[in-house]
């Protein structure tokens, strides 16, 4: 009996590094990524059509903005990815340069009794009162102000944000204390901040799974993630007055006003966009990478797929409600990748 | 003891061995509905695809999780080979030549210590030690805690098996004038080789369903392994990421992937309990 | 057993450097453990350093000011514990009683194996089990009810999620209670049959053996395995991941969601993305090794004075 289990786990293990060795033998080359998880259903769909095409392999960890700033600058990935950018003394002092890769809205869902997808409205001081911990059940007067034609049910919200360094959060706080000066000064906006309430969800995933999960939640997700799994968003009233759904169109008008050429190193924060159809709570995705690259090979395998993606992904972005780069801003990119990015003292793009 | 009737006294027994009987069946009860879950939500999962193709993206379907399988496979076996020859020599040293020094009563009090140490603090311990410094994610760090915390698991049973044989036999191979060390390999390896083996796999079950370690060290992937210094899949991390989602599919394989693991677990487990007992019913 | 053996010439120059090679296996324990202390201590300075030992009694988290406080995940890891010793030492010392006094050899031997095979299942089995599974049947039928009856005491206030204090804690009494249940077996099996006898011999019944002999016997014994089932429970990290909530509060009510120390490192260690973040980090990590030394070292200490007493 034993001699069969050590000549079979012998056996494995041969098995095992023979697979290795071929395995390893397979062209392709693996660029390493992590950070935010607001694009990663994208990303995702990106990297397996690149893979299909040209063999190489993205291996994107959706770690949180916060985990791809930690990870970049650890520099145990190729590039770390972030909704929250960087401000132009952090990037300076830490050698990365960052570039915007594609926009999209956050929007707040909910998982209550008796309410359907897209029939309930909130307004920005609303949000930020249920965010705050003083608005607790979904029967509250405030919440009945907005919805008149809506039968709320007699239920204890509960809040679901995010537990980890988010980028989202980042775009998401910067609405609240946009909208709310209460919000402002009581937890202000960051990629982490000292929640008042809420349970903590690892990742849009880990939010949008709570509220799928919780009855009686609210929680906020990039727009994707309430596509693809079909949850119950909300109507939000935007700048200009109007309640207005989260949808490309309204993303895109928000996203209209970015003012790109003027934002130093692409710094720029999209909420509470004025227009009649713009989506309040609206932001972009940014790629980091060093201005010296210390695999030549490796930067110009980088470079080629984000080229591509802005080339070649905006069918597969509209097709998930985010907003792809303008043309122009495009070209800003291109530029900045010429002038700045040096592997050994070669620029490496084109 | 009380003087009560006897009748009482008789009953409260009663009630106790109820209760027992009772509290034991709770235990058991878990147990069962633990493993019935796993196996009902899991078996669904476990198509063609599962064990042939590499994960998709959300959105599209047909995925599966062979990187995840070879990744946990690869990484086990790589912590077996680190940690198994550093714990029986360790256990050789306890059993056979530190009986009644301090410094074996030290060592194995911090055997048995380092037994209960949480696997996520060894996670953390060789993130700092081996992915700062390489500056990647690697199977190797994986391994590497995963042998950590199968050492000190490996060094006690070996000490205990090699305690349990019989000195008798020890004495007979010295005086046919061989050399202690030759004793030990070939005469009371030989003899305890049953309780060795079942130590070894008990601990290799153990570390195979270990997921803190993994998130600081071997993270996970999407593709295929294809070299020891990169994140690699595992089927472990896969479980936490796809069950923390919202996408049904994504649950769906976590499912499958956790009646894998916890069916290899607790064969292992069952087959080396049975052998094991076999083996010295027959002595 | 150190068997001296006489030095032929050539037959025996392999065994100076066969017990070198198998010392310095076994130095690599102490080592280990050292090497741990050390890297903890090294990576914890920042922190120590801004923090000190208020680190332990501060209740912020706050990542955007930079203040870090233990407190919240002590609190976590302490409740969620305390409601799993609760719940296994008394089942796992009845289940132990049930095994060795009361229950034919065969019976004993399949619940025996029965239980333990609980401590073979992995924690993040536990962990799905839990949050897709128990943590409904807690939120729809057993959190209303004790908010039902219960609910004057602030324990039981608050919206039944199902995810919280009281299922992490329940799930964690799952996980030691093999730990507890095979050790206090053990511990009663060392009793001295020949007291036992005498006390039957005049006329006790299995209960009043069982108290006035076994357990007054074992004490230490019990004592030791608590101990260790303590240990265990405050590190376990997978299953209290997924069900305890995720949010650094102190609060009152078992309903409500929270952290443990390991939680809080599972949750946030990769994300950490500034130096003080990770160092606050890895001092939490620091005090949850030092927390699990302790309750090691007192298991050790109570499980060998009861194998002195009995034997």
Same mark, same amino acid.
């Given at each position: ?56 392999? =993205? ?6 903005? $916060? &985990?791809?700033?930690?990870? +970049?600058? #650890? %520099?145990?990935?190729?590039? /770390? ?14 050698? =990365? ?6 926009? $999209? &809205?956050?929007?707040?869902? +909910?998982? #209550? %009794?008796?309410?359907?997808? /897209? ?232 | ?283 | ?311």
């Amino acid at each position: 009996m034993f001699r069969t289990i050590i000549n079979s786990s012998i056996a494995a293990g041969l098995i095992m590094l023979l697979a290795g060795a071929n395995i390893a033998a397979d062209s392709g080359m693996t660029i390493n990524g992590a950070g935010a998880t607001f694009p990663y259903p994208l990303y995702s769909q990106w990297a397996y059509k690149y893979n299909q095409i040209t063999g190489m392999k =993205l291996n994107y960890q959706s770690i949180g903005s $916060g &985990g791809g700033i930690q990870q +970049i600058k #650890a %520099k145990t990935v190729d590039f /770390g990815a972030s909704d929250a950018p960087l401000k132009s003394a952090e990037m300076s002092e830490s050698g =990365l340069i960052q570039f915007p890769m594609v926009m $999209g &809205g956050v929007v707040p869902v +909910i998982n #209550a %009794k008796g309410i359907a997808a /897209g029939q309930l409205k909130l307004d920005g001081t609303t949000l930020a009162n249920i965010y705050l911990g003083k608005i607790t059940r979904w029967d509250d007067a405030a919440i009945k102000a907005l919805n008149a034609d809506v039968s709320l049910p007699d239920q204890a919200i509960a809040v679901v944000r995010r537990s980890d360094g988010s980028g989202t959060t980042w775009i998401f706080t910067h609405y609240l204390a946009a909208v709310s000066p209460e919000w402002k000064e009581k937890v202000g906006a960051d990629k982490a901040v000292s929640w008042p309430v809420g349970n903590g969800g690892k990742g849009n995933e880990g939010v949008a799974a709570y509220v799928q999960q919780l009855p009686g939640s609210i929680g906020y997700v990039e727009y994707a993630y309430a596509l693809q799994n079909k949850m119950n968003y909300v109507l939000l009233k935007n700048r200009d007055g109007h309640f207005v759904a989260p949808t490309k169109e309204t993303f895109t008008a928000a996203a209209a006003n970015a003012d790109w050429a003027n934002a130093p190193g692409y710094y720029l924060v999209l909420v509470d966009q004025p227009g009649q159809e713009s989506w309040p709570i609206t932001g972009a995705t940014f790629v980091l990478l060093y201005k010296e690259q210390a695999n030549a090979e490796i930067a110009k395998t980088m470079l080629g797929f984000f080229d591509w993606c802005y080339s070649h992904g905006d069918e597969m972005a509209v097709g998930l409600d985010y907003v792809p780069m303008p043309d122009n801003v495009v070209k800003m990119v291109q530029a900045t990748w010429k002038n700045k990015i040096r592997a050994n003292g070669k620029a490496i793009y084109p | 003891m009380e003087l009560n009737s006897l009748k009482k006294r008789r009953r409260f027994n009663l009630g106790i061995q109820i209760l027992s009987a009772v509290s034991a069946l709770i235990g058991l009860a878990a147990l069962l509905w633990i493993l019935f879950i796993v196996l009902q939500r899991g078996a669904g999962a476990l198509n063609w695809n599962f064990f042939t193709r590499l994960p998709t993206p959300p959105g599209i379907a047909g995925g599966g999780l062979a990187n995840a399988i070879v990744g946990t496979l690869f990484i086990t076996i790589l912590a077996a080979i680190l940690g198994t020859p550093l714990g029986i020599m360790a256990g050789v040293y306890l059993a056979e030549y530190g009986k009644g020094t301090k410094i074996a009563t030290i060592i194995r009090s911090m055997t048995n210590i380092l037994i209960g140490i949480p696997s996520i603090i060894v996670g953390v311990f060789v993130y700092a030690l081996i992915v700062l410094p390489s500056k990647t994610f690697s199977a190797y760090a994986g391994a590497a805690s995963l042998a950590i915390i199968m050492l000190p698991v490996v060094v006690r049973t070996t000490e205990d098996m090699l305690s349990m044989v019989p000195n008798s036999l020890r004495e007979a191979g010295l005086s046919l004038g061989a050399p202690n060390w030759r004793v030990i390999l070939q005469i009371v390896f030989r003899a305890a080789r049953g309780g060795l083996l079942t130590g070894i796999l008990l601990a290799v079950a153990r570390v195979s369903g270990e997921t803190a370690p993994l998130l600081f060290t071997a993270l996970n992937s999407t593709y295929m392994m294809h070299s020891l210094n990169e994140p690699i899949a595992n089927l472990t991390v896969t479980i936490f990421n796809y069950a923390m989602s919202p996408y049904a599919d994504w649950k769906s394989q976590a499912w499958g992937a956790s009646l894998l693991i916890m069916g290899a677990i607790l064969i292992l487990n069952i087959a080396t309990r049975l052998a094991f007992r076999e083996r010295s019913r027959a002595k | 057993m150190n068997l001296h053996v006489r030095r032929r010439p050539g037959a025996s120059k392999g065994d100076p450097l066969f017990k070198w090679i198998a010392l310095s296996c076994a130095l690599v324990i102490p080592a280990l453990m050292a090497g741990i202390l050390v890297v903890l201590l090294l990576d914890s300075r920042l922190a120590i350093a801004k923090f000190g030992l208020g680190f332990l009694v501060s209740d912020a988290w706050n990542p955007v000011t930079g203040d870090f406080g233990a407190l919240s995940s002590i609190f976590g890891t302490a409740v969620s514990t305390l409601i799993a010793l609760l719940i296994a030492v008394p089942l796992g010392l009845i289940i132990a009683l049930f095994l060795v006094e009361l229950a034919p050899p065969k019976l004993s031997a399949l619940f025996g194996s029965a239980i333990e095979l609980l401590a073979a299942i992995p924690s993040i089995i536990y962990g799905m089990w839990g949050l897709f599974v128990f943590a409904p049947f807690m939120a729809n039928h057993v959190q209303p009810l004790l908010g039902k009856y219960l609910g004057f005491l602030p324990l039981f206030q608050g919206p039944p999620l199902g995810i919280g204090m009281l299922t992490a804690g329940i799930i964690l009494s799952l996980m030691i209670l093999p730990y507890i249940s095979s050790v206090t077996r053990d511990v009663f099996n060392m009793v001295p049959p020949v007291v036992k006898e005498a006390a039957y011999g005049v006329g006790a019944t299995n209960w009043e053996v069982t108290r006035g002999v076994t357990l007054r016997y074992s004490l230490s014994g019990i004592v030791g395995a608590g101990f260790l089932g303590l240990g265990r429970a405050v590190g376990e990290t997978m299953a209290v991941t997924f069900v305890i909530g995720n949010n650094h509060q102190i609060a009152s009510s078992l309903f409500a969601s929270g952290n443990s120390i390991a939680s809080t490192l599972a949750n946030e260690f990769t994300e950490a993305s500034d130096p003080l973040y990770l160092s606050s980090l890895i001092n939490l990590g620091l005090v949850l090794f030092l927390m699990t030394l302790l309750f090691q070292v007192a298991a050790q200490f109570w499980l060998w004075r009861i194998t002195k007493k009995m034997a």
